[in-house]
């Protein structure tokens, strides 16, 4: 796994990549992390895509890992800007065609991108990500908004052992959790960016738009889904899956918000099937 700087603009976006021994002719994998995440999360699926022959690319969301974390006044930190943002990245990635893995709050983006640019896309795949308008944030993330409360919560490095924690359901070792905090103990900017995201996510409209998206919405999709899941109910991707023949759900019956860190092979075992079975 590889680690590179890109700088798309204003902002610099820190991304780990994955290639196969051999040349291929797949579309590349984008994979978004959720909250209060980065793209270390996909560090035992994307060795997993590389082996079956896929190039894969896991970026830090502007405002986390390492990539950029300008003040606010530079970026809005609303789900427009990570979009455009977004935008912006894969164009300078150069990508014309691509399959997209999203997990978790915040990368419910992604899900917006595939649907306004369906041209660029392969096909979606999505585990445990909100898809609802009446979807809530949990106490754990919602208390990072609240004024004086969220200035401090957010500045805890703890916050992502907590989050991750509560959100996966099992333990998680101190090395990876070191990892994860890394970004906190670094500076404080990491702590603000988080603040201003969940302050500005917006969640009851950006779940309306996806939820009319599906409507119109024809390819192939892969619902993976922890079905013990403290935060999100299945009963939207599991309606989705029965009321749309272009989406696919499977379930996994003990994991919860974060799937892909305990239950590796549970994960990319559907994802490289649907990922081969759909390949063009």
Do not use: C
Request: zero cysteines; hydrophobic letters at 40%.
């Amino acid at each position: 796994m590889t680690e590179h700087s890109l700088t798309v603009g204003s902002l610099e976006w820190f991304y780990q990549e994955v290639s196969p021994i051999n040349e291929t002719e797949k579309s590349p994998v984008i994979l978004l992390h959720g909250l209060p995440s980065h793209s270390y999360t996909w560090r035992e699926i994307m060795p997993i895509l590389a082996d079956k022959g896929f190039r894969a690319i896991a970026p830090d969301w502007i405002g986390s890992g390492k990539s950029a974390k300008p003040d606010k006044r530079d970026f809005a930190y609303t789900s427009q800007a990570y979009g455009e943002a977004l935008e912006a990245f894969i164009e300078a990635l150069e990508i014309n065609k691509l399959s997209l893995v999203v997990q978790g709050f915040l990368a419910s983006v992604g899900i917006e991108y595939a649907f306004t640019h369906p041209d660029k896309i392969d096909r979606l795949i999505i585990l445990n990500t909100p898809l609802s308008p009446d979807v809530k944030l949990p106490w754990m993330m919602k208390q990072w908004a609240i004024p004086f409360m969220g200035d401090m919560v957010t500045q805890d490095p703890l916050i992502v052992d907590r989050t991750l924690e509560k959100g996966s359901g099992f333990v998680i070792s101190d090395e990876n959790l070191a990892t994860y905090r890394q970004p906190f103990l670094k500076s404080s900017a990491v702590g603000r960016s988080l603040l201003a995201t969940t302050k500005n996510l917006k969640l009851t409209s950006s779940m309306t738009s996806i939820q009319q998206g599906f409507n119109t919405w024809e390819h192939p999709t892969l619902i993976v889904w922890g079905m013990a899941d403290p935060w999100l109910s299945s009963q939207v991707p599991e309606t989705l899956a029965a009321t749309h023949g272009n989406v696919e759900l499977v379930k996994l019956d003990e994991a919860k918000h974060y799937p892909q860190e305990h239950w590796v092979q549970e994960v990319s075992n559907p994802i490289v099937n649907f990922l081969r079975r759909q390949a063009l």
